[in-house]
């Protein structure tokens, strides 16, 4: 008698694993994918199949054969017959090892080196293709197998869709008057082959419910049932600092129920359960404020070519944020606790969108789950990285499978609302990139008509297949919209760049990029170029730019634990490597560990601190080289940002956020596994000054800076911008100056009341006194935006000189750490200088963050919170923590240090 059916399950966002058959080893990387270790057919049918977990780290097998017996005492029988039937393609190598494999997925393209990846020996052959780096394969999820009562059903995916129900809103919505939504709950299921009956039941924690009898056949089924919402029964879903700022969710629960005597004599209910959110979004690529124009996208499909920005709920908004990398390379050791942290440091600093870049993976539930507390918003890449990788050269079968799989366990989170055909290519009408649009985001739209689709990122939009006003699919065909210079890095509205790459001043790394690299670059300070003429807002043609960057290592603490000490110095303390010149990577022989580090640091100390101590190595010189570069990257940022500002652009995304190893890469948090084998390291990643920098005013609502108008001093102007989404702002502007020679007294060097139009990107201009800046060698200027009840929106130092120009006084740092803890867990630090102090920055091994650093602390004392996040310690380690390992940084420790002579 049959009594159950087993299937393969996999946690979270894709599954690769291994499987034995005995009395052979089969590498089984995904569930559509076998490899073994002799040519084999492709069809399996009826084989016992026996667990058995293994890990490859770096081609490495870490397991064997042993406790095989106990894993086939859980074996059962299944039939993969109709899902292993494509002929071999594809090979691996591990070793000397070649084996070949059946219908593979795309690997995580970044896995086995990027720019900012480890460079890995270990690679995948495609016969297409040809050869891509790996760096682990194997299990890197758990894989158990399910058991399914003869009369019941296995419930794999709810997918609830919300759709808003109210005219398309123009100002921002508010809960109890907004037009309401549809649900449109539909619940996939794995049937026996006696096929099930019963009833489908929704119910939800807003009060609306519904059910329908059901018959299943045998395999794989559907049914949708259709909700209503009311203005009256929901509140709305915002974005991180907007609105409300509140992230409300509701549960949906789906419930099967076999009809009474059906199968086995007592079979539970099957049931599942998501939480979603109810928000209105839509990308704006036409004037929506125009009337005219209004009317005429209301009937019109495909995209506007007048600028690109998002709205939710009605309100405009200014997207800040950055591009999200994995975490891991060995993905099995990925942490849930990570993600969340990561996702928590994304909205403390201020930002509001995360762009899922598309040569990574699909993460895992909890970095998605984060981002729905948190308000973070998702603009999300299919899992392409670029031309020349998968979709161009086939749709198979296992694309559209995985595309299917990913979009139905996503459609719940409300914090996705853009999904885009992959990384930086041009999508064309025609030729092998016509697949992005023809099959990867017909599928994608298939699965998910209530999110926003774009081809790729960036993009010009779409000529046919979206609706005009939400660039929502319509059901027409989705045919891209190409314009007249089209770039990878430029699609017009939607841009990428610029980029500053770390070079080495004679010191070659495995990173080579000729169109991001420049030795040397000028520091630009006080602020150029800037146009009182500009204009901005909603209404004007607009851009987006999605990715733009500056690398920088990470703190002392990420990497001299992944160093000997006798390498403790950006150069490695040893000769150079000799280093053969590829296109985008090179060949490094020599063995110095520094120059597999991604990205040198020696531009971009120099253009901001001089190039005393790049050679120098030794720890008091490479704690100063990391402070200086880490500083350097934040002041980079910062000119980059304050130009962006002053201009009508709507949408910052930097690349990148975070890091995947302790290194030379882009992020401003550093690489966040932390655990008895990353030693140094933060869970969720430590924050580099530059993430700091984002949070206290380059992504703040509302700052303030102050420049040159052109190049050169004939004449300066100052302005404040206001990004609050559809809000006007009313405030004041305090300039203060500081002699950095004298005891600390700040005085105020002029006062600007400000009364700015709703934002996003409205501006007010206005001249400093004089029409000059003070000298910035000698004098430090703070910008503070206080608003109308004076409290402080953002506050920073307008950097007038790059440090090189600066003579610091030599300062006596002090910190003095509480011995309990704040109500909320914080811990109280009291930082204090007896002269003025630039870039005081503080650094721990505790898990956590700091309230603010890398500021400017005039000769006097201030209170600086260290803020825990969530990890393995108990609050008795974390005070330890960060007592024992506290240290305190500034500019002036490392102005005159003695180089030994070589």
Known sequence: MWHSTQRWCCAGGSCRAQVWKYPELIWYPDIFSVLVHKPAPCILSNTTFCILFIHICNGILDGSREGWKEACAYSTVIDMQEMLTVPCSSQYQVGNVVVRCCLCLPVCISTGGWDWAPMSGTHIYDDVTGVTNTFSSGIVKSVYLASVPTAGVAITYVKPLVSYLGAYPTAPLADGT??????????????????????????????????????????????????????????????NGVGPNTQTLYNVTVTFTPSAGAGDAAVAPATSTRAIGFRVSALVTIDDTNATAFTNASHSEGSGTFGMFFRINGAAIYARGANMIPMEELEGRMDAQAHANLVRSVADGGMNMLRVWGGGI???????????????????????????????????????????????????????????????????????????????????????????????????????????????????????????????????????????????????????????????????????????????????????????????????????????????????????????????QNQCTGGNPMAQRNWACDNVITAMFGSAYVNASGETFFKAQLFQCMVAQALTMQQNMEQRRQQNQMGTLVWQLNEIWPTGGWGSLEYGTASPLTRGQVSGGRWKPMHYFFKRSLFADVMATCGYVGRGEATTSCYVRNDRASEPFTGTVVLRTYALAGAGEGNVWHSQPVDILPGPSTMQWFTPPNNTLPNGTHTVLIATVTDAHGAVVSEHMVQLAPPSAIVPPATTLTTTIAT?????????????????????TLTTLAQGRFSDNCFFLPATHKTIKFVPFESSEDAATTMATLHASLRVEDYSMYYNLTVPSA
Not at 181 to 193: A, E, G, K
Not at 426 to 438: D, E, M, Q
Not at 560 to 568: G, I, N, R, V
């Open 362 to 584: 699909y993460y895992p539930d909890a970095f998605y789950d984060a981002c729905d507390r948190h308000g973070i918003l998702l603009y999300h890449d299919m899992q392409f990285g670029g031309n020349g990788h998968a979709a161009n050269f086939s749709a198979t079968a296992t694309i559209v499978a995985e595309l299917q799989h990913q979009i139905r366990r996503l459609s719940y989170h409300p914090s996705i609302i853009m999904y885009d055909g992959a990384n930086e290519v041009i999508v064309n009408r025609t030729g092998p990139t016509v697949v992005y649009a023809a099959v990867v985001m017909t599928t994608v739209a298939f699965e998910d008509y209530s999110r926003i689709v774009w081809p790729a990122s960036p993009a010009a939009g779409w000529l046919t297949g979206v609706d005009r006003l939400y660039g929502k699919p319509n059901g027409n065909p989705l045919v891209a919209l190409v314009g007249n210079h089209p770039h990878i890095w430029d699609a017009g509205n939607e841009r990428h760049g610029t980029y500053t790459a770390g070079v080495g001043h004679g010191f070659p790394t495995v990173c080579r990029d000729p169109w991001s690299q420049d030795p040397s670059y000028a520091s630009d300070m006080p602020l150029q170029y800037l146009k009182p003429t500009n204009t901005s807002g909603v209404g004007l043609p607009n851009v987006f730019t999605s990715e733009f960057g500056v690398t920088a290592m990470s703190s002392f603490e990420s990497m001299s634990a992944t160093l000997s000490p006798h390498h403790w110095g950006i150069h490695g303390g040893m000769p150079a490597d000799n280093c053969t010149q590829n296109v985008m």
């Open 820 to 840: 309990t803890a704040n109500p909320d867990g914080s811990i109280d630090i009291d930082v204090a200088s007896d002269k003025p102090a630039l870039f005081v």
């Open 178 to 239: 907004h037009g309401g939504f549809q649900v449109n709950v539909t619940t996939y299921v794995s049937v026996p082959p006696a096929g099930a009956t019963g009833e489908v039941q929704v119910k939800t924690e807003w009060g609306a419910s519904a059910s329908q009898q059901v018959t299943f056949p045998a395999g794989e089924s559907s049914v949708s049932l259709l909700l209503k919402a009311t203005a009256q029964q929901v509140k709305l879903w915002w974005p």
